[in-house]
C-alpha cells in the first residue's frame, strides 16, 4: 500500500544518553524517499566526548523485527555508541503497510517487504551521508533482527560488497550467504527454529568463517524484553565479534 507522506522530514527530535565518561546524542528524524514516495523513519546515536568526535567512527544500520520502531532496540544502539560505532537504526514497517504474509509461501510471499527493507537501507545510507560526512562508511556493519534480520540477509545475498559485517539475531527465512563475505555472526533463539536450508551445516561454517552462537533467549526477547544479563549477553557477543572483524 503507497504511504501519502505527511510530515516534514528535517524536523529533528534530540535526546541525549550518558554513562560516566560518555555521552550519547540520540536523533530522531523521519526521511522521504520521494523515488517510493516512502516515508522512513531514522534514529542516529553517537557518542558526544571530544576525543570521540575526533575519531572516524564506524557506521552501524540496524534492522528492527518485524513492527520494530525506529527508536526500538537501544539497548544495542546506545552499547554501539558508547563504544565507538555510529549506529542508525531504521523503522521498515509503517501503520499503513500490508500486514506481513503468514501463511502460504511464506519466503515468496515476504520476498517483497525485505526488498523493500533493502530500499530503505540504501536511502537511508546515502541520505546520512549527507548529513553526517564524518562517518566512515567504508566497512558498514548491518544487523537485523528477525524478519529485519532477513532483511540483512538479503542484502547479503544480493548486495554482498555493502556490508563487511553482517549479524543476524534470529533470522529465520532467508538462507545465509555460503561465502566467507560478508562476515556473518548469527546469534540464535532458545524457541524459534530457521526454516530448512536458511542455516549452514558444521562444515560450511568452518569452510566459510561463519559464526552462529545458540543462546538460552527467546526469539521476541532479543528486541528488547530480555533480562539485563541477556541483554548484556547479546551486547558482549556483538561486540566481541566486531573486535575480530575490523
Avoid at 32 to 50: C, E, Q, W
Avoid at 96 to 110: E, V
Avoid at 169 to 187: A, C, G, M, T
Wanted: no cysteine.
Amino acid at each position: 500500500m503507497t504511504q501519502s507522506p505527511q510530515l516534514n522530514t528535517d524536523v529533528y527530535l534530540k535526546a541525549s544518553y550518558s554513562t560516566p565518561d560518555t555521552a550519547i546524542q540520540i536523533d530522531t528524524v523521519t526521511l522521504l524517499d520521494g523515488s517510493r514516495n516512502r516515508l522512513i523513519p531514522v534514529a542516529t546515536y553517537y557518542a558526544a566526548t571530544k576525543s570521540a568526535e575526533a575519531a572516524k567512527k564506524r557506521l552501524v544500520i540496524v534492522n528492527p523485527g518485524y513492527g520494530g520502531k525506529n527508536t526500538d532496540y537501544q539497548y544495542i544502539a546506545k552499547n554501539l555508541a558508547i563504544n565507538g560505532y555510529f549506529v542508525v537504526t531504521i523503522q521498515h514497517d509503517l501503520p499503513t503497510d500490508d500486514s506481513l504474509p503468514n501463511t502460504g509461501d511464506i519466503y515468496k510471499l515476504r520476498k517483497p517487504f525485505w526488498e523493500g527493507g533493502a530500499k530503505n537501507v540504501f536511502f537511508v545510507t546515502n541520505e546520512i551521508k549527507k548529513r553526517y560526512p564524518q562517518v566512515d562508511y567504508s566497512d558498514i556493519i548491518l544487523i537485523g533482527h528477525s524478519n529485519g534480520g532477513d532483511i540483512a540477509m538479503l542484502i547479503a545475498n544480493e548486495y554482498p560488497e555493502f556490508a563487511k559485517v553482517i549479524i543476524s539475531l534470529d533470522n529465520r527465512r532467508v538462507s545465509f550467504p555460503r561465502s566467507d563475505h560478508p562476515k556473518i555472526l548469527s546469534i540464535r533463539s532458545s524457541d524459534q527454529p530457521a526454516d530448512p536450508g536458511v542455516l549452514p551445516s558444521q562444515g560450511e561454517q568452518e569452510k566459510y568463517k561463519i559464526k552462529i552462537v545458540k543462546v538460552n533467549i527467546r526469539h521476541n526477547d532479543m528486541g528488547g524484553m530480555g533480562t539485563q544479563s541477556e541483554k548484556w549477553k547479546i551486547n558482549h557477543l556483538i561486540l566481541e565479534f566486531l573486535s575480530h572483524n575490523q
